[in-house]
């Protein structure tokens, strides 16, 4: 059955949230010890029996999309202020970023204390796991696309690596949401043609080449953008057709569990929509004030404005 644009908009924001709070139970373990306790990606899925909460990845989500649903745009001042009536640090936030929300949140000058942590920005995942809604809203836009992944890190991250990392996954969102087929090579011909460095080409060049889940490790499993955002997307291109096994691939490789399933789940949710998550996992995530059923509303609420957007650029084009 075909999947709607709207299923493709929940999928993403559902599948990020279930692949974070799947991954959060297990970030930070080594592969080797996962191993040792599930024998597969099966046995991952059948483990959970209660209620699974999302992590910082899901919560800064949130802000982003909140952003683009209320003004169509992301603007530097209304994403810093969506982080800070977003922010709940036991959701478990990167260290940089806990620091520059802290520093927004007393208006302080929150560059000066970016550039003071980490000298040139942080290269972390942070705004690559936090970029999907730009994949989604401007996936027919690639010149906005690009801008707009760019603008949404700029707050937290302003190391070239952790931009670029953001440019992928939203380019890697947007590619799978335009169409209803998945053609890898082209997949990955288009992501590696939108690289600025040589350490993501490669990167990207060597997951596009990977053929069984054992060579994913290669690529690594860490909370580095470059160590993380190339794992992610070969994760949903060796199972474009099974969400459950995107996922679990890159939970199973321990490190930044939650971070490499919220990204992979992403794409795999904006590709086979928000129906095609196994519902015992859906069923338990947190149904909390922005749990599942604020998510699925703020992906319908994205969706619209989606839609007005479409509506207005036609009206523009005919004058
Ligand atoms: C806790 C040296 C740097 C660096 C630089 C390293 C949550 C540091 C989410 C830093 C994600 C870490 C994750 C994370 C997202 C970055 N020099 N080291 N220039 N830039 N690092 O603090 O939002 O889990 O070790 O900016 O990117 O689930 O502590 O946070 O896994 O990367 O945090 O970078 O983190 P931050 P973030
Ligand atoms: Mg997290
Ligand atoms: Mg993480």
Redo the contacts with the bound molecule.
Sequence with gaps: MAVSLEQRFQGSLLGLAVGDALGGRFEAQSAEHLRQRFSGVESLINYVTDEIWY???TQMTIALAEVLADQGEILEESLCAAFVGNYVPSR??????RMVIEAMEEGEDYRAVASKY?P???????AA?RVAPVGLFFHNDEAMLLEQARQSALP??V?PL?IEGAQLIAAAVAYVTRSDEFKRDDFFRWLISLCQSEEYREKLTAASEIKSTEQLAGLGNG??ALESVPTAIASFALSPESYAETIGNVILLGG?A??LAAMAGAISGAHLGVDAIPKQLLGRLEESPKGKSYLLSLASRLFLKYQLRLANRSIDERT
């Excluded at 478990?92 to 970023?97: F, I, K």
Aim: overall charge negative; proline content about 0%.
């Design positions: 992590t910082d990845d478990g936030y990167g260290r940089g970023a980490f040139g920005g942080s290269y972390g995942n942070g796991m937290t991250h190391h952790g909370i580095e930044d939650d971070t």
